[in-house]
């Protein structure tokens, strides 16, 4: 469990007030989710040895996806891996262009150390460790000639531990941004580390400089991946998780030719998995995109490959997906409690006379009440709702929840309305199968 500083109390509420899942902390009031955990720490040890792994989360909406998805992506970061924490979007992300996929993994990179954009940091860790090694067989570091030795050494490293396999820009762009380092040309180091990260609005100076052109396409960007990789490990962490949260938006692109190529896109990175040791990606998605023709199951080699089963009310966690069950009222009690421990309260014992045990009872019912008791749905809702009570007990003392309080759903999501609403906010599924094709 996190060793918790009073900054990371601080970040814990601040992201519970507004309904968004915490990034640090959050292991701290996990609860009844210990089996999904444990599965995705037996990933982590399978990628340590070697292996390339697929996984993914399905739950319906409230079950707590995006804050296992951030607890695994915590503890990766802890067992020291980089992660990096990409949301499918409707507006700046389509799957099946998978060079925005890769700007969005090289943005969102991060470790212990650095939590976005991380891969300059990185980058001149590895490259220190070539020095190192370098001065350890016998180089002076003084000599007139120990950069052009390091330059070579990056071309060697990065070709062996890709197995060749590392585009020869990639190779290229390294070697110029150690030599604009060394000159102390920083700002020509940083538009060639944006270009390598993805971006498409760097100078044709930079580019010249290191003998390339162009951008990183789609059909590249899983090779640049691939390079990105060995070189997270080569600087010294166990390897690379990346989380893709919310797929099921794909089931929101009306053009079912681009849907296809998104749901191929995921087909392909599944197939290809196993050929990048080191490397865990970890996909969310609700039952709408896994068990509908327009998601998953009208992708035939994809449902094959990532079919969930269940055996009564078992499901094996070993299996491509593991399942996030709908939270219940004694778990959202436990939660209840927890952060109540965690609220960094100036009289603790007016704040747990306050939020009684009997107040909190009385909360997850009129929350669970007004979602017409679905306590699926109600988390974000509710924890908004509890930790507003304890700002107030807090900022006045004699407030007293019990007599005052009472429920008011605020900045409601659209699957919150529909439940409020009676309504069903799923898709019509597709009828006709989507074709196997490849988009990079």
């Known amino acids: 469990m996190s060793a918790l500083t009073q900054r990371d109390v601080d970040h814990i509420f601040e992201k519970l007030r507004t309904g968004v899942v ?40 409230g079950c707590g996806k ?47 150390m650095c939590e976005r954009g991380a891969f300059n940091d990185i980058l001149d ?56 380092k060394q000159r102390g040309e920083s700002a020509e180091a940083g538009s060639l580390l944006s270009w390598l990260c993805g971006s498409s609005n760097v100078s044709a100076s930079a580019k010249k400089a290191a003998g390339i052109r162009g951008n990183i396409e789609s059909k590249d960007a899983m090779d640049y991946l691939r390079g990105v990789l060995e070189i997270v490990k ?8 990346v989380i893709i949260d919310e797929v099921e938006t794909i089931l929101r692109v009306p053009n079912k030719t681009s849907r296809g190529k998104s749901l191929n896109g995921i087909r392909q990175i599944v197939d290809i998995a196993g050929s990048y040791p080191g490397m865990l990606w970890i996909f ?38 593991i399942e996030l069950v709908p939270f219940d009222e004694k778990r959202l009690k436990e939660v209840s409690m927890k952060l109540r421990e965690l609220y960094p309260a100036k009289s603790r014992g007016n704040l747990e006379e306050k939020i009684s045990e009997e107040f909190i009872d009385r909360l997850v019912d009129e929350v669970t009440k007004g979602f017409k008791k679905d306590v699926g749905i109600v988390p974000r809702q509710y924890l908004r709702q509890l930790v507003e009570q304890m700002d107030i007990v807090e900022q006045n003392p004699e407030f007293n929840p019990m007599k005052e309080w009472k429920f008011e759903p605020v900045s409601l999501s659209l699957e919150e309305e ?17 074709p196997v094709m490849d988009v990079f």
């Open 234 to 241: 080569a600087s010294g962490y166990k390897g690379l998780v």
């Open 22 to 61: 915490p990034e640090r902390g959050i292991d701290t009031f996990a609860v009844g989710i210990d089996r999904q955990r444990n599965e995705i720490k037996r990933q982590l040890e399978l990628i340590e040895r070697g292996e390339g792994q697929t996984k993914f989360l399905r739950g319906g909406y």
């Open 125 to 180: 860790r590895w490259i220190y460790r070539v020095e190192e090694q370098l001065i350890d067989a016998g180089a002076d570091e003084n000599a007139r000639d120990f950069d052009d030795k390091v330059r070579a050494r990056i071309k060697e490293n990065l070709n062996a531990m890709s197995s060749g396999k590392a585009p020869a820009d990639l190779i290229r762009v390294v070697q110029t941004i150690f030599d604009f």
């Open 418 to 434: 529909s439940v409020i609403e009676g309504n069903d906010a799923g898709f019509d599924p597709d009828e006709e199968p989507i």
């Open 284 to 321: 969310t998605g609700t039952p709408e995109f896994f068990d509908t023709t327009r998601g998953v199951c009208g992708l035939a080699p994809l449902h094959d490959r990532i079919r969930f089963t269940r055996q009564g009310t078992f499901a094996n966690m070993r299996q491509p997906q």
């Open 66 to 112: 995006t804050f296992m998805a951030k607890l695994a992506q915590l503890e990766a970061r802890n067992a020291g891996y980089a992660t990096s924490f990409v949301v499918v979007s409707d507006n700046d992300l389509r799957f099946h262009k998978f060079d925005e996929v890769y700007r969005k993994i090289m943005s969102e990179l991060g470790t212990s």
